[in-house]
Structures are given as structure tokens and as C-alpha cells.
């Protein structure tokens, strides 16, 4: 089951929302998040809702514990954040109520506690930043937003300022040179956060007011930002629950990967699969999205490349209803083998396979854990190839790009699939 925390407020705390909802008091690592949690269900989709500033809004903008915050909603196991802000418009196409589907920030903030890694004790962590608002999440946001009619802005920066006061006329006006679209106090620090605990985390951004810039305009003031807000609630709280219920089939496996620095050599930030696999949750899901994109393909056998190739490809083919196929390393099959040298960083190695796994026409899918530079992947390829079978598709969870394993893969002339990516490694 998919599991979404919220985190706004203007209403969105209201448990009525939720079926089954009870509120539970948590602490984390690093205090107390803004307020009790509410749990409960909309649909088939566990929900967890924090209200940013606390129910009766009694906390600041620079003092929200946001490290708490994300911290708390990691330990509840959420899939997603979704996040509601009321926001500032900086350009005239940007009218009250208008949402915003922002997918850039700047952090203007000076004194708040902005990251979870501030320790390299233990190790060097740095966090790519370059897209911090999920692109699935967005699409999703943007799709129904528009669906349900409401103006919807496909993208927009948004800067976050310290706050609690607002931008005088010089600032805000320099914030529209720098290119931002909106101005908030929240959504910087609780992105950055998010994307370091790998949440995938998006923002709705509602426009209540023109900050200080538009002299047509009354400056803004917190009692126009509770007007518009108030008026447009069940707008955002619409949009959510439908939101809500198209993730009801739909997860984001790389939260289940546990990066590992420097193994097994120094400046490697390994990908540990373990994790994906002892959450029955996140393996299923994996096995099921590739036999949704394989059942109608044809396929007749699956090879599975020792040895995490194994687990995803015999599940594969149960699911498909087909043979499985081990590529092993020399000496392990027991009876007669062809082989494939490749290249390694240092020296070579090889692999093996039965030689009447591969019937000449079969059509197969070569199934491993994760490619980086491919050299097992394109061997095994060649051993299917030797035996005149068709490939399919190469087929793996994780990619690393940077390495560019896929890149050889195709140039080779294999078509290829894979369900996230890291990169920067």
C-alpha cells in the first residue's frame, strides 16, 4: 500500500479528510516535528498529515523544525510528500488562486538548520540538487489540476525568503531580476530535505498576493494571504485527494535503495539493493512493473546474470509464465556450457550458460540488478546471441547513467529498460 504525507495547513489539517484518522504524537532525532501527526486513509492510500506551522499556526516560518518534520514523515514510511504553500506572485500572469507547479527554488533563508548531512564523520555527503521537485509528482499535479479546471502554471521558481516579514519594494524587485516566479518562506529548506532523505517531494504553490513589487497593488499582508487562502482550500484540498488516489498504483522505488560511501573501494557510493528486496512492498512492485511491460511481448525464456539477477529474473519469469535461465560465472553450471569473456577495469573475466538453455527463435529478456558499465550484461547478450536467440529488451532496476552502461548497451543494438537511475556516480 502507498503511503503519502502531507504537509500545509489552511484547512488541509482537518482530519475530516482522512477515513479511519487518529493523531499520534512523535519525537524524531532531531526534536519534535510542527505538531501532532494525523494518520488515516483516502481510498487505499495511507495518508499522514503534518500541518507545517502547527494547527492553531502558532510557529514562526524561521523557527519550523524542518529537519523534524521530514524526519518524522520518513519514520512513518511515506512514498511521497506532497506540499501546499501560500505564495507571493512576482509576475502579472500569476493571479490570485492561480496554482503553480513549481519545480526550481532559491533559498533565500539565513539561520535555519538546512540539511541532514552537517556531519562528515562518517563520510563525504553531498546532495544533487539540480531538479529537487519530483518529475512524476508534478506531471500528476499539473495533469489533474488542469483536469479539475483550475489555472495551473506548468512551472515557476520559487524563492524562499527567512521571513516572518515580507520583502520591502527594493527586494522584491530583485527577486523578479534573479528570475523567480513566486516568493514563500517555506519550500526551499522542506524540498532540500526531502530530496536528501530520497522523498520524492512536490509543492503546490497557490498565488494570494503580489509581494511588494506591483504598485497597482496593495502590499501584501497576512490578512489578505488568510482570505485567498481560505476561499481556495477546497480547491488544493480537491486536487490532493484526486492526486492521492491516482498514486493508489504507484511508488518510487529508489526511497528502498540504501546508498552505501566508499564500499568497495574509496569515492564508490554503492547502491545496495538488500533494502528494495526485504520490503515485500517495494519488490513486488518492481517484479509487477516489469511483467506489465513484458506480458504482451512474447517472451520465452528469461536469463537471469548472477547473482541479484537471479531474484529479479526468476520472479520475472514466474510471472510471465516462462523459463528461467542462469548466466553464471565459470565453473558453477553442471553441465555442458558456452562462455563469453569481457573486459574489466583490470583484466577480464567470463561467464557462462548452459548450452540448450536458448532454443534457436526464442525471444528473451536478459534481467540483471543494476548496469554501470555492462560488461556482464553485454557478455550475457552475446552467449543468447550464440545460441540464435532473439533479445527482447535488456531489463535492469537501477541505471547508473554517468557510467554509461546503457549508452553501450544500445550502441550495441539492445533495446533497454530500467526503473530508476542515480546519477552523479
Given at each position: 500500500?502507498?503511503?503519502?504525507?502531507?504537509?500545509?495547513?489552511?484547512?488541509?489539517?482537518?482530519?475530516?479528510?482522512?477515513?479511519?484518522?487518529?493523531?499520534?504524537?512523535?519525537?524524531?532525532?532531531?526534536?519534535?516535528?510542527?505538531?501532532?501527526?494525523?494518520?488515516?486513509?483516502?481510498?487505499?492510500?495511507?495518508?499522514?498529515?503534518?500541518?507545517?506551522?502547527?494547527?492553531d499556526h502558532s510557529i514562526p516560518p524561521s523557527q519550523v523544525n524542518f529537519r523534524a518534520n521530514i524526519q518524522a514523515l520518513k519514520d512513518q514510511g511515506v512514498d511521497y510528500i506532497l506540499a501546499t504553500t501560500a505564495c507571493g506572485s512576482l509576475k502579472e500572469e500569476i493571479g490570485r488562486g492561480d496554482f503553480v507547479i513549481v519545480d526550481q527554488f532559491i533559498d533565500f533563508t539565513k539561520h535555519r538548520k538546512i540539511t541532514f548531512f552537517d556531519d562528515f564523520s562518517k563520510g563525504i555527503k553531498h546532495c544533487a540538487m539540480a531538479e529537487p521537485f519530483n518529475q512524476k509528482l508534478r506531471k500528476l499535479l499539473i495533469e489533474t489540476s488542469k483536469s479539475l479546471g483550475f489555472k495551473t502554471h506548468e512551472k515557476g521558481t520559487v524563492i524562499t525568503i527567512e521571513g516572518p516579514r515580507f520583502s520591502t519594494k527594493a527586494e522584491s524587485n530583485m527577486f523578479r531580476i534573479w528570475g523567480a516566479d513566486v516568493i514563500n518562506m517555506s519550500v526551499a529548506p522542506e524540498a532540500a530535505l526531502a530530496n536528501e532523505m530520497e522523498i520524492p517531494y512536490a509543492a503546490i504553490a497557490m498565488a494570494t498576493d503580489f509581494d511588494s513589487w506591483l504598485e497597482t497593488e496593495e502590499p501584501v499582508t497576512w490578512e489578505e494571504i488568510s482570505r485567498v487562502m481560505k476561499d481556495n482550500a477546497e480547491r488544493v484540498k480537491k486536487l490532493l485527494i484526486e492526486i492521492i488516489k491516482k498514486l493508489d498504483d504507484s511508488l518510487d522505488l529508489r526511497k528502498y535503495i540504501r546508498t552505501v560511501p566508499n564500499w568497495s573501494k574509496e569515492g564508490v557510493m554503492f547502491r545496495d539493493i538488500t533494502t528494495l528486496l526485504n520490503n515485500p512492498k517495494a519488490f513486488e512492485h518492481a517484479v509487477n512493473e516489469f511483467a506489465k511491460r513484458y506480458k504482451e511481448k512474447g517472451i520465452t525464456k528469461v536469463v537471469g546474470i548472477e547473482s541479484r539477477g537471479f531474484i529479479f529474473g526468476a520472479a520475472i519469469a514466474k510471472e510471465l509464465n516462462v523459463g528461467f535461465v542462469p548466466v553464471r560465472k565459470p565453473g558453477k553450471l553442471p553441465y555442458e556450457t558456452i562462455s563469453e569473456e569481457y573486459e574489466l577495469e583490470y583484466g577480464k573475466d567470463k561467464v557462462e550458460m548452459h548450452k540448450d538453455a536458448i532454443k534457436e527463435g526464442d525471444k528473451v529478456l536478459v534481467v540483471d540488478d543494476l548496469v554501470a558499465t555492462a560488461g556482464t550484461m553485454l557478455a550475457a547478450c552475446n552467449l543468447v546471441k550464440k545460441l540464435n536467440g532473439k533479445i527482447i529488451e535488456c531489463a535492469y532496476v537501477i541505471d547508473l547513467p554517468d557510467l554509461r552502461g546503457k549508452e553501450k548497451l544500445e550502441n550495441a543494438g539492445f533495446k533497454t529498460f530500467n526503473l530508476i537511475e542515480f546519477k552523479g556516480d
Open positions: 500500500m502507498v503511503k503519502v504525507g502531507i504537509i500545509g495547513g489552511s484547512g488541509l489539517d482537518n482530519p475530516g479528510i482522512l477515513e479511519n484518522f487518529k493523531e499520534i504524537d512523535v519525537n524524531t532525532n532531531y526534536g519534535k516535528p510542527s505538531d501532532k501527526l494525523i494518520t488515516g486513509n483516502i481510498g487505499n492510500v495511507e495518508v499522514v498529515i503534518l500541518p507545517r506551522h502547527g494547527k
